[in-house]
């Protein structure tokens, strides 16, 4: 709420598994006025074709460049502190640090990108639960995040195809480990 007038320490940390990405994200709904002053109507469905595209780029891109993502979060709130920004937990410390390093130095949409490390590696800790039930009397200014969600096909696709290379390589380890204990002889 308060940005950096804000009086609270807040632990900027030298190591971290996550970075925020701040204020990347330009919702459409926040920022769509036609010359005359007016809000411009943007339906809901071209609002989550908007956020998704935008989401599987960062993530893709996160994961082709740094390394794996564990988890990707964009906030939904509107005090300047929290807009439009994007939260990736590597599953590396070492990848959130040279993604930030990286980071720093480039552009998004025609805006510098600010990466930092962040203190969050618990979602579910930062998040509003009020807002998750659909309850929360402190809307967009509301210090706690409030989660954009993305589709569940979008969902499927990117954590998906991720738990498939994963349980092919589980299995493949199964199947070394049952060849070697076959080829020992065993039996005793």
Same mark, same amino acid.
């Given at each position: 709420?308060?940005?950096?007038?804000?009086?609270? +320490?807040?632990?900027?940390? &030298?190591?971290?598994? &996550?970075?925020?990405? +701040?204020?990347?994200?330009?919702?459409?709904?926040?920022?769509?006025?036609?010359?005359?002053?007016?809000?411009?109507?943007?339906?809901?469905?071209?609002?989550?074709?908007?956020?998704?595209?935008?989401? /599987?780029?960062?993530? &893709?891109?996160? /994961?082709?460049?740094?390394?794996?993502? /564990?988890?990707?979060?964009?906030?939904?709130? +509107?005090?300047?502190? +929290?807009?439009?920004?994007?939260?990736?937990?590597?599953?590396?410390?070492?990848?959130?640090? *040279?993604?930030?390093?990286?980071?720093?130095?480039?552009?998004?949409?025609?805006?510098?990108?600010?990466?930092?490390?962040?203190?969050? &590696?618990?979602?579910?800790?930062?998040?509003?639960?009020?807002? /998750?039930?659909?309850?929360?009397?402190?809307?967009?200014?509301?210090?706690?995040?409030?989660? *954009?969600?993305?589709?569940?096909?979008?969902?499927?696709?990117?954590?998906?195809?991720?738990?498939? *290379?994963?349980? @092919?390589?589980?299995? @493949?380890?199964?199947?070394?480990?049952? @060849?070697?204990?076959?080829?020992?002889?065993?039996?005793?």
């Amino acid at each position: 709420r308060h940005g950096d007038r804000c009086s609270r +320490l807040h632990n900027k940390p &030298t190591f971290s598994q &996550t970075i925020a990405l +701040l204020n990347i994200y330009r919702n459409p709904q926040n920022s769509s006025q036609s010359a005359d002053g007016l809000r411009c109507a943007v339906s809901d469905v071209e609002m989550q074709e908007h956020y998704d595209e935008f989401f /599987e780029e960062v993530f &893709t891109e996160m /994961e082709e460049k740094y390394g794996e993502v /564990e988890e990707m979060n964009v906030c939904d709130n +509107l005090g300047d502190h +929290l807009v439009g920004n994007v939260y990736v937990k590597f599953r590396r410390e070492e990848d959130a640090e *040279k993604a930030v390093i990286d980071l720093n130095n480039r552009w998004f949409n025609g805006q510098p990108i600010h990466a930092e490390l962040s203190p969050v &590696t618990d979602f579910r800790e930062a998040c509003c639960r009020q807002y /998750e039930m659909g309850e929360c009397t402190r809307g967009g200014f509301c210090n706690f995040m409030h989660l *954009k969600p993305i589709s569940r096909e979008l969902r499927r696709e990117l954590y998906g195809r991720r738990r498939k *290379k994963h349980r @092919s390589r589980s299995r @493949s380890r199964e199947r070394r480990s049952r @060849s070697r204990d076959r080829g020992r002889g065993g039996g005793g």
